[in-house]
Every structure is written in C-alpha cells, then in structure tokens.
C-alpha cells in the first residue's frame, strides 16, 4: 500500500528487514524532517489603527503567524473593547479620527505593563520623546514593511516571553501555564499522563520520537513494570479524544516511533 509523506511516496509493507529496514527507516526521518511543523509564540493582540485597508493588512499577517487579533478603528471603540480581556501586546496609532493614540496609551499605562508599539507617521525626535513619556515600548514610523512589523512583533513577544506557554497547531491549543488543551477552542480534559505525552510530543516538533524515549522521559521506568504497549495504550487514547484518526497531529513513524503534525 502506498502512503504520501510530504511529497514522497512510500510503500508500507509487512514485511521488511534487514538492510532494507535500515534504508527505510533512514528515508522516512529524511521525509520527516524535511517538513518544519510550524508552530508560533500565539499571542493576543489588541491593534487600533483607523485606516481599515492597512488594518486588515497587518491583521492578515498576523493571523498568518497564529495570533488573535482585535481590530478597532477608533478611539472611543478602543475604549469599549481593550478591557473585555487581557492582552499581550498593543499596535496603536496616534492620529485617530475620534481622538489620540497617546491619550489611549496613557489609559493603559494606569493598569497595565502590557508592551505599546505605536504605528505613526509622527517619526520626529520630539513626537518619539513624547511616545516614550506616555509609556510606549517602541515606535514603527509609517510606511514600513509588514515584515519589519512581524519581526518587530515578534522581538517584542520573545522579550516579553509572551508565547512561551502557548502553543497552537491547527486547531489544536496547547497552555502550558494553565495546563489546558483546547481543540477548535473547546477544551479537552485529558488526564496527566495524556497530557504530559501532548506536551511532549508538541515540543518536539519536527522530529521523530522514538517509544524508548517516551518511556525513559514520561515514565519512571526504574522499578517500574512498563513496556511498548503503555505508550500505545496512551497514544491510542490521546487520539481518540483529540479526534484524530486520520492521524493530522500525531503521526505514527512506522518502525521508529511518532511525530506531530503531518
């Protein structure tokens, strides 16, 4: 029987052995690592930016890189909205129709440390001064480049270690802080175990795990009666409750052990 890996086809068979086993399981890590599981530091970001063709511009990037975004297009709108939840990371302009950025920032200031980036076309050493006095992070004079945001973006998030608890793939939501899986936004109650093994297995994308390691980092294996059917029982029911018979998060390696993501 045929089965496509990333581009290559394989043929899965009974019976291998020997050099051709060897040969097999050397072609299918090359296959497997070839294809970089992307995951991203999945943040929450609050952007208030007036201009709605360059606001869904950046929101369209930033979805792209797994991050939630609310959008809003003025002043008084920003003030409805940025106190529902909490958020990692603030892009405000500062000339609004119905008010000003800086206003805005200095509302946040009295609440919250969160990171301000201001997008403005305001790039003088005094309206920079000004920004930095309201408590902005750092500034992004208009126009720039979407990529520049990102990475600007980005350095901001891993300073502030946002996404180092979050994970996400698909549709599937990982929060190492509050130890909570969800899967299309529902949560999934999984016990410790199941849990540990997920987290394990998300951590380790793009590679191949073997049962052994399994064992040896998830189980106390001295003194211990376990063996290759613990992992497969706990696999077995990890995928039942994450849905994934079509095996799209965690993909069995015939002869070597499992990876995630496809």
């Known amino acids: 029987m045929k089965r496509s890996l990333n581009g290559c086809t394989i043929l899965k068979t009974n019976c291998i052995c020997g050099t051709d086993a060897a040969l097999l399981r050397l072609f299918l890590q090359f296959c497997i690592l070839r294809k970089v599981v992307r995951f991203a530091a999945m943040a ?8 709605k063709i360059l606001s869904k511009g950046i929101s369209i990037a930033l979805k ?3 991050h939630m975004v609310t959008a809003v297009y003025g002043y008084l709108e920003a003030l409805q909205e940025y106190q529902k939840q909490k958020y990692d990371l603030f892009l405000l302009d500062i000339n609004l129709p119905d008010g000003n950025g800086l206003e805005f ?5 009295e609440t919250s440390e969160t990171p301000v980036l201001f997008l ?5 050493e005094e309206d920079m001064l000004e920004g ?3 408590g902005c992070d750092d500034y992004i004079s208009k126009p720039f480049s979407i990529e520049v945001l990102r990475k600007k973006v980005l ?10 608890f979050r994970m996400k793939y698909r549709d599937l939501e990982l929060d190492k802080e509050k130890c909570l899986v969800l899967m299309k936004g529902k949560e999934i109650h999984l016990t410790s175990t199941e849990y540990k093994l997920l987290l394990y297995l998300m951590e380790s994308r793009g590679r191949v795990v073997t049962k052994a390691l399994l064992l040896e980092q998830l ?3 001295v003194g211990n009666f376990v063996d290759d059917c613990t992992v497969r ?3 077995k029911r990890l995928r039942q409750k994450l849905n994934d018979e079509k095996q799209e998060y965690i993909v069995t390696v015939f002869g070597m052990g499992y990876s995630f993501g496809e």
Request: net charge neutral; with cysteine; proline share 0%.
């Open 64 to 66: 792209k890189d797994e």
């Open 233 to 235: 029982v706990n696999i």
């Open 155 to 164: 350095a901001v998030l891993k300073r502030t270690g946002v996404g180092k």
């Open 120 to 124: 403005t076309a305001n790039d003088t």
């Open 105 to 109: 920032c200095k509302i946040i200031r």
């Open 44 to 51: 929450k970001i609050f952007l208030l930016e007036d201009d």
């Open 219 to 221: 189980w106390d294996i």
């Open 132 to 134: 930095f006095g309201v």
